[in-house]
């Protein structure tokens, strides 16, 4: 599957590393924007951006400032705060994406914090359809598991903050938690898990304001191994669009052949048979519903499971 090598500039000029994946011998029907999640390199979407290629429409991965690709050659004093990743990466990405392909319809798919940014981005409003995968509110209290929730604020409320200041950034390739980090967006994140909404408490944000404003049809995907994404979680996050039609659906993970599909699985190949084909199918129906005037949501209960 060909793909390009890409430099994409951020609004305010910073250039993040990405790729661009295209269909063969077959005119593109549309443009597929993928979304990272937090410290997760650009490799990890690759096979998901190659499906997303065969069935006709082009891909992009790319990476956040300060991770994997877009990383300045020393994250000591790089000035990167997690609000920057939605408000000017995202937002550059999405415009560079009209720009570029102005004749095909605009698609996102995002990660975690990528579907966050659906809800930050004036720009989402572009999108023909969205779809969020495992996004939900950060709060600490909507995990579930008392293990888990415990083991995740020792790291994010103690540990990584005082790593991060002492070292000038996140070592998370060191501690086995995912890519490196800049300091401030981890000091950001880590002080979002401790208000009760997540950032939606965070008045300097405006985060819910903004939730408000998107329009776009979206698919909310959560999976009930999840112990981050929750299901409170995840409706604590998509009860938030106020204007957008959302479709919640809940997919149970014994339902794939590994049996597992947790934060990360969704993406990883061993549950792209399962999973892939339902969302590129989402996005096309809902996006031609979308262009030709018909509600979008019509057509879609709230809340299904799988």
């Keep these: 599957m060909p793909s390009l090598d890409v430099e994409i500039a951020a609004v305010d000029g910073y250039p993040l590393g990405a790729h661009v994946w295209y269909p063969d011998d077959l ?13 997760v390199p650009e490799r990890l979407y690759f096979a998901f951006a190659q499906y997303v290629a065969r069935r006709g429409l082009i891909a992009l991965t790319y990476s956040y400032r300060g991770v994997d690709g877009s990383r300045p050659a020393s994250l000591r004093g790089f000035k990167a705060r997690m609000r920057d990743w939605a408000d000017l990466d995202v937002e550059g990405v999405t415009h560079w994406a009209c720009e570029r392909y102005p004749a095909l319809p605009l698609y ?17 409003n572009l999108l023909r359809a969205a779809v969020q995968i495992a996004s939900h509110a950060g709060a600490m209290r ?25 070292t000038g950034f996140m070592p998370g390739s060191r ?22 909404n997540y950032f939606f408490d965070d008045p300097t944000l405006d985060a819910a304001s903004r939730f408000a404003r998107v329009r776009t049809p ?28 959302v479709t919640r659906r809940e997919i149970r993970a014994g339902l794939s052949e590994s049996g597992a599909i947790g934060h990360m699985g969704y993406f990883r190949q061993r549950s792209g048979a399962f999973l892939w084909p339902e969302t590129v199918d989402w996005l096309l ?22």
Excluded: Q, Y
């Design 218 to 245: 979206i698919l909310s995907l959560g999976f009930d191994d999840d112990l981050w994404a929750t299901r409170m979680g995840i409706d604590m996050l998509v009860a938030r669009f106020r204007r957008a039609p």
């Design 108 to 124: 996102a798919v995002g990660h975690s914090f990528g579907g966050h940014a659906i809800g930050l981005c004036e720009s989402s």
């Design 27 to 39: 005119p593109a029907s549309g443009v597929v924007l993928i979304h990272p999640a937090t410290a």
């Design 285 to 306: 129906s809902t996006g031609m519903r979308n262009a030709a005037g018909v509600a979008p949501g019509a057509a879609a209960p709230l809340t299904s499971n799988h």
């Design 142 to 166: 909507v995990v579930a598991n008392r293990r888990e929730r415990a083991r995740i604020t020792v790291l994010m409320h103690w540990i990584a903050p005082l790593l991060a200041r002492a």
């Design 175 to 196: 501690l086995g938690i995912g890519e490196d980090l800049p300091k401030d967006v981890l000091l950001e994140w880590s002080a979002w898990t401790r208000l009760s």
